[in-house]
């Protein structure tokens, strides 16, 4: 009989660690499939998952979308061959088609597509910032108008703790070192504001707790989650006022 996720999820316990934990596994991808949806994807959206790893959440998302809408870069072989191997079920590759790409500087570039969504989880808590600032210049070139990049971080919060070293921290395809860091979000939104992006943080992910930032074109039109319902004009307030108060008269 086939294997369940969590069993397959299981099966890696006893391995090296591969850059997220087993423990909260498939509700950690399954709430980044949940965040997404929250701002809009749809099937035929086109997403590209930077620093996709073991697929935690690529599973989801292959899962959701059309055949040849999920896109992920990794650094790692070998993480990317346990995903695609252990994690996905058998014969998913072949309905969904999702396309991967091997390569350490997040270039979106080598699929020669146009994403409706860049996500990266997890990333901009390891990445330095010269490598935060090549994903918003490929985000600018390489997403649609209505393009959203969803991406996590740590926000420094107190002076020295804003991460200002050039080099990745945490395991990669070189590092089997643990670690974290964290970005000043006056930073990030200098950063956003050069490349005419406009930036909000929109809450943090149960499952660790890491803050989300939203991302997109500046006066771009609304997503899903932005629709915001105005109150009526005065002029309608003031007809069902009056309409009211005749109402009310033939009562009295
Ligand atoms: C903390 S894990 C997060 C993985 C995935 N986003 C998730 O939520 O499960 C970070 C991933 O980024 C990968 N990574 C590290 N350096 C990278 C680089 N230069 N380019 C692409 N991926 C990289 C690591 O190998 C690892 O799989």
């Not at 299981?10 to 949940?34: C, H, N, S, W, Y």
């Not at 749809?42 to 059309?66: E, N, Q």
Request: contains cysteine.
């Amino acid at each position: 009989m086939n294997k369940t996720l969590h069993e397959r999820v299981e099966q890696l316990r006893q391995g090296k660690f591969l850059g997220v934990p087993i423990d909260d596994f498939e509700r950690g991808g399954r709430e980044q499939l949940i965040f997404l949806l929250m701002h809009g994807l749809t099937p035929p959206s086109k997403v590209i998952d930077l620093g996709c790893g073991v697929l935690r959440a690529g599973y989801w998302l292959i899962h959701f979308l059309d055949p040849g809408c999920y896109f992920g870069i990794e650094s790692s072989a070998e993480r990317l061959a346990i995903g695609t191997t252990t994690i996905l079920e058998p014969r998913l590759q072949e309905t969904k088609q999702p396309r991967f790409d091997i390569n350490p500087n997040f270039d979106t570039s080598v699929f020669n597509e146009t994403f409706d969504y860049f996500l990266a989880y997890s990333i901009w808590t390891h990445a330095p910032k010269q490598q935060i600032v090549v994903m918003l210049d490929n985000f600018v070139r390489d997403s649609s108008e209505r393009g959203v990049f969803l991406t996590t971080f740590l926000p420094a919060q107190w002076p020295g703790t804003d991460y200002h070293g050039n080099t990745w921290v945490g395991t990669s395809h070189e590092s089997q070192t643990p670690g974290c860091i964290r970005h000043s979000f006056s930073w990030v939104k200098e950063e956003c504001r050069r490349r005419d992006l406009s930036v909000r943080l929109v809450g943090k992910d149960t499952t660790h707790r890491q803050s989300w930032l939203k991302i997109s074109r500046l006066g771009n039109s609304p997503q899903i989650s932005d629709i915001v319902l105005r109150s009526p004009p005065a002029s309608v307030l003031r007809r069902i006022i009056t309409r009211i108060r005749l109402v009310a008269r033939r009562f009295n």
